[in-house]
């Protein structure tokens, strides 16, 4: 796929790895669709990706994605403003703040309703969406993590959510039609996400950077011989996607 004139949905659009994410994609001549629950960030976001632009590249909504009609109306929002929706990046994550015994009040569900089940109903408009436009096809591209792939005893209901979203990614291995369902699994980077757990997260290591998950989530938008797969980043191995070998490293192979 080349990305050039297409157009994105990017939920948690408006800091840390849906910003990137967002740059990247305006940068190689996408247009986007921003929604994020922060307008302020969201509303300066936009303004910045426009910004001595000859036509409007990135349009912010407001969005909750808890709410199926404000999910709803990011893709009204792609169909009015750019004519279409080629890109779905289910992005928008938080994590437990506290132990789980410690949560009386039932703040993890809030965990799996952003970090699970909101990334299933966005796959599910995506895939509506995509199916709408007459076979052209696009690609879903779900945001998971490290802590889906491997427990995390200090934060179970995220690992829980993740691997979740894992499970339900590789449910959509070559679905068909031309639409494509992968996900990122990166370790911890610097983003807001890890703000309340800084102390436990930077006990376990590295931090990966935002500009190589960002590189990941291009890697499975671009090559289309990805469907169903999962990207893992980590600092000590970079990027590598389950069970197949990534084209960079293929070409260091082939040079040896």
């Known amino acids: 796929m080349h990305v050039e004139n297409k157009v994105a949905i990017i939920t948690g659009a408006s800091s840390g790895l849906g910003k ?11 247009k986007v669709i921003l929604g994020d629950i922060d307008i302020k960030d969201g509303l300066r ?14 349009y912010f909504v407001q969005c909750d994605v808890t709410k199926y009609d404000q999910q709803a109306a ?7 403003h750019f004519g279409r929706v080629d890109i779905i990046a289910n992005n928008a994550g938080i994590a437990e703040n506290a132990p789980l015994w410690e949560d009386e009040k039932g703040v993890w569900k809030k965990v799996i309703d952003i970090d699970l089940s909101a990334v299933v109903e966005g796959t599910r408009l995506g895939i509506e969406a995509l199916k709408k436009q007459g076979g052209e096809g ?6 998971a993590s490290l802590a889906g792939l491997y427990p995390q005893p200090r934060t179970p209901v995220y690992s829980a959510a993740k691997f979740g979203v894992v499970g339900f990614t590789r449910s959509f ?11 990122v699994a990166p ?10 757990i800084k102390e436990v997260v930077t006990q376990m290591g590295a931090l990966v950077t935002v500009e190589m998950v960002t590189d990941a989530f291009m890697l499975l938008i671009e090559d289309d011989s990805y469907s169903g797969d999962i990207a893992r980043v980590t600092p000590q ?8 070998t990534v084209a960079a490293d293929k070409k260091k192979k082939a040079k040896l």
């Open 20 to 30: 990137a994410l967002a740059e990247r994609l305006v940068s190689k001549g996408a």
């Open 45 to 58: 976001l936009a303004n910045e990706l426009n910004y001595g632009k000859k036509e409007e590249v990135a």
């Open 237 to 244: 191995y970079g990027i590598s996607v389950l069970g197949k």
């Open 187 to 196: 370790s911890f980077a610097p983003t807001k996400i890890i703000e309340p």
């Open 138 to 143: 696009g690609v879903i591209i779900n945001t």
């Open 74 to 80: 990011l893709f009204t929002a792609a169909k009015t």
């Open 173 to 183: 291995k070559d679905f068909g039609d031309n639409i494509r369902v992968n996900a």
